[in-house]
């Protein structure tokens, strides 16, 4: 009797090098993305990014490292080095890359040549279902909008039953509200698959809302992952913490484990005495209220009303001979002080990052 199958393991990604000349773009990157997992790679353009998922793909060389799924080494940088096609993974480019001269069925189709005609069709048909574009099988793509388009290659895409899917800034080049929409869609397709999922995005939003974990890149490595939550509560540094939102900037010296700032006395994280630090604290780690309801007070210079939430402009007084510092604190909607208003300024301590001031 034959022994079972091993369960399928995902995505492994070790110890990864890319060099462009002299300059590494990816540099021993390492990660694991389970069946069923969305993993996302988050940083700025240049990061190295692209070139890591085409170096998955196939796309690029593996010049050192390995590209491992399900067990199966894929790339070795050495001896072993399977084509992309029979990678059994799936691509999809911000440009979505759909060929204008075939139908949507056919664009769909074009990666089934393995299956009998009946078969194809019926997968191609149940696909475009899933994204909503049964009524445009037999359209052409410069007869569909931005996010039709984009519909169709996330179906095409799906439609190999790939074990990996890959998608480069999928959202990049469509409006603030079809993006929102198609975010949904894509989670909500891609949540049916067991297939293991790399999203390269720019956006910390889209990493947050997409993403199982994240991995945050710079300048060719990863420089800390794991789930949303962790990242945005627990950065590892000021470029991951400003990276998932706006931050107040505050600097200090450490004195006996702790900074001492105008909002307060704020605990130094570890850093030793004497170290010039900076304080980040988020917009929303800042609560107002009447005159001495906090540890400091300040004058408000500006309000803007954001929807549902309101942006205040401070500014809070540091001393004779200093320049105000300015802050900003976001707060619900309704009600907003006014300009000119003062303000008591209660700080949340336990939302407050504390990182030497070399670490950008």
Excluded: W
Excluded at 32 to 44: K, N, R, S, Y
Excluded at 89 to 107: C, E, G, I, S, Y
Excluded at 192 to 207: G, K, L, N
Excluded at 214 to 236: C, F, K, N, S
């Amino acid at each position: 009797m034959a022994e079972p199958a091993p369960p399928p393991t995902g995505l492994r990604v070790e110890g990864v090098r890319h060099v462009f000349g002299e300059r590494a773009v990816v540099d021993d990157v390492g990660f694991t993305v389970a069946p069923a997992e969305i993993f996302c790679l988050l940083g700025p353009s240049g990061c190295g990014k692209t070139t890591l998922l085409r170096i998955i793909a196939g796309l690029e060389k593996l010049q050192r490292g390995r590209v491992i799924v399900n067990g199966r080494v894929l790339a070795d940088g050495a001896s072993v080095d399977v084509a992309p096609e029979s990678r059994s993974m799936t691509l999809l480019f911000q440009d979505f890359a759909l060929f204008p001269h075939l139908t949507v069925l056919r664009n769909v189709a074009f990666g089934l040549s393995d299956l009998a005609p009946k078969m194809r069709r019926e997968r191609c048909l149940e696909v475009l279902g899933q994204v909503g574009m049964l009524d445009h099988a037999e359209r052409y793509p410069h007869e569909l909008s931005g996010g039709e388009q984009q519909r169709v290659a996330l179906a095409r895409a799906r439609a190999p039953r790939p074990r990996v899917m890959m998608l480069d800034e999928p959202f990049s080049n469509l409006d603030i509200s079809l993006r929102s929409q198609l975010r949904d869609l894509v989670l909500h397709v891609i949540k049916r698959t067991t297939a293991s999922t790399v999203i390269v995005t720019h956006d910390p939003e889209e990493a947050m809302f997409m993403g199982d974990r994240i991995a945050v890149m710079r300048d060719g490595r990863i420089v800390q992952q794991g789930t949303p939550e962790e990242l945005y509560d627990h950065p590892e540094s000021a470029f991951v913490a400003e990276l998932f939102s706006d931050v107040n900037r505050i600097h200090g010296i450490v004195r006996d484990g702790r900074v001492e700032t105008p909002l307060g006395v704020v605990g130094a994280n570890g850093l030793a005495d004497g170290t010039e630090a900076e304080v980040l604290v988020r917009p929303d780690s800042l609560v107002l209220g009447p005159v001495g309801e906090g540890s400091a007070s300040g004058s408000v210079l500006a309000t803007r009303m954001l929807g549902e939430s309101s942006l205040v402009h401070l500014g809070v007084a540091r001393g004779p001979g200093s320049e105000d510092l300015h802050l900003h604190v976001r707060i619900p909607g309704r009600p907003r002080p006014r300009e000119g208003d003062t303000v008591g300024i209660r700080l949340d301590a336990d939302r407050v990052f504390v990182f030497p001031l070399v670490d950008r």
